[in-house]
């Protein structure tokens, strides 16, 4: 190269050459365009090593993008594709019978051993249930510890954002060792299980500094609940107490890596000797946290109550729509308890049945009235005929 350039800049461009580095070799070429000479004869040279460095930072972008990729298909392997109306994980600690539970109320056929850990991965299933089907997915059993373990971390993380948790409890098998675990991993997990969210609402605001709101419902004061702000540097935001509220209830609430399951005990293998004594403690103990039903998948007996229990616990309602002069539809549109017509119409067609609304009918049946006339806000039940009608 006909260049004159500085003994800095040779000895800058043999580290660069030798570099294999992409990283690093980026980061060479970095620092010998900053010690290119400034005169025009270098031009030529100077735009090619710019080119050069566009290159390289290309090159690393679409390698760290693969890396991405790979990385979300890993972490997508082990997640499970919501089907049906709802879903519900079955956690437990390993051989309660949670394999023979499902293959009994579904077309899988799970392995089920006596030695522990036969399901080493998280499995769904789906269960019919009347009209609907509902997906239950066995996750691998919890031992004291899981939530350190990948395996552990992997089954809890699909228990944060199920529909329901179902915590099967071996009436075989010491009843308190077993709950300690379930219940100690999940909340490790920071999943708490049937407590509503709703006892207390917060806000955060950029302003305005600290309102609380319905301060009779909490256990504390209002200037125990200013100073423990404060002492958190929380300075602007507002606290609603909307039901009786606790100070955990209060640092939950502030806690946004907390999620709010839905949760009931299935007790297996009740046709085992000392089952009866345990069904009875478990009741004693968590009753007033949980409805427990007992089942034998062995003997087949109370699994039509488990799946109206599963059912009852996911807080679902279906609607079926039907159009003028027609029957009803077979399949019904399912809805979060609680929905409105609005709700149902948005599911059907939104632009039509929402936006261009004109009325909607709906039939009730087992009910004093049987037909009437009703707008977008209506309440809905489970079992309700809905016939919209735009503009
Ligand atoms: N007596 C009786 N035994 C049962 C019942 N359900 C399951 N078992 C037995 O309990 C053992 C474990 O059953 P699995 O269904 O494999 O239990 P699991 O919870 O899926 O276990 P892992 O997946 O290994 O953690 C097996 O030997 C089953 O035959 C039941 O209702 N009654
Ligand atoms: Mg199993």
Redesign the pocket.
């Known amino acids: 190269m006909p260049t004159n350039v500085s003994p800095e800049f040779d000895r800058q461009r043999q580290i660069y050459e030798d570099t294999e580095d992409l990283e690093q070799r980026i980061i060479e070429l970095q620092k010998l365009l900053a010690l290119a000479p400034n005169h025009k004869g270098a031009e030529r040279m100077i735009a090619d090593y710019r080119k050069k460095l566009a290159k390289l930072k290309a090159e690393l972008e679409k390698r760290r993008e693969q890396e991405r990729a790979r990385r979300s298909a890993a972490a997508a392997e082990g997640a499970i594709r919501k089907e049906g109306a709802g879903q519900v994980c079955l956690i437990?600690v390993?051989?309660?019978?949670?394999?023979?539970?499902i293959n009994a109320v579904t077309n899988a056929e799970l392995e089920?051993?006596?030695y522990?850990?036969?399901?080493s991965v998280p499995i769904p299933a789906m269960m019919a249930y009347e009209d609907i089907s509902i997906q239950l997915v066995?996750l691998?059993?919890l031992f004291e510890g899981s939530y350190d373990s990948s395996i552990g971390r992997q089954a809890l993380a699909l228990a944060r954002n199920t529909d329901l948790i179902a915590i099967?409890v071996d009436l075989s098998q010491d009843i308190e060792s077993q709950m300690k675990i379930i219940l100690g991993e999940l909340d490790r997990a920071r999943i708490r299980l049937n407590r509503e969210r709703s006892a207390v609402r917060v806000e955060r605001t950029g302003t305005g500094g600290i309102m609380v709101y319905g301060v009779h419902n909490f256990e504390g004061t209002r200037e125990e609940v200013v100073e423990f702000l404060k002492s958190r540097k929380i300075n602007n935001i507002i606290v609603r107490f909307q039901k009786p509220a606790t100070f955990e209830n209060l640092i939950d609430a502030l806690d946004s890596s907390v999620v709010f399951v839905r949760a009931m005990i299935i007790a297996?293998?009740g046709?085992?000797p000392g089952s009866r004594e345990r069904f009875e403690e478990l009741r004693a103990k968590y009753g007033n946290r949980f409805d427990i039903v007992p089942v034998?998948?062995?003997r087949g007996e109370n699994l039509d109550v488990m799946k109206d229990a599963l059912f009852d616990h996911l807080d679902i309602l279906r609607v079926y729509t039907k159009a003028p002069g027609r029957k009803k539809e077979d399949k019904p549109i399912v809805l979060p308890e609680g929905s409105v017509v609005e709700d149902a119409a948005a599911k059907v067609h939104k632009e039509l049945f929402v936006k261009r609304f004109r009325m909607a009918i709906l039939y009730r049946e087992n009910d004093r009235i049987k037909r009437r006339q009703v707008g977008l806000s209506y309440p809905l039940r489970d079992g309700d005929v809905l016939q919209l009608l735009h503009r």
């Not at 390993?94 to 539970?101: F, Q, V």
């Open positions: 437990g390993t051989n309660s019978g949670k394999s023979t539970l089920v051993a006596d522990p850990f036969a399901t066995e691998p059993g099967v297996t293998k046709d085992m034998s998948a062995l």
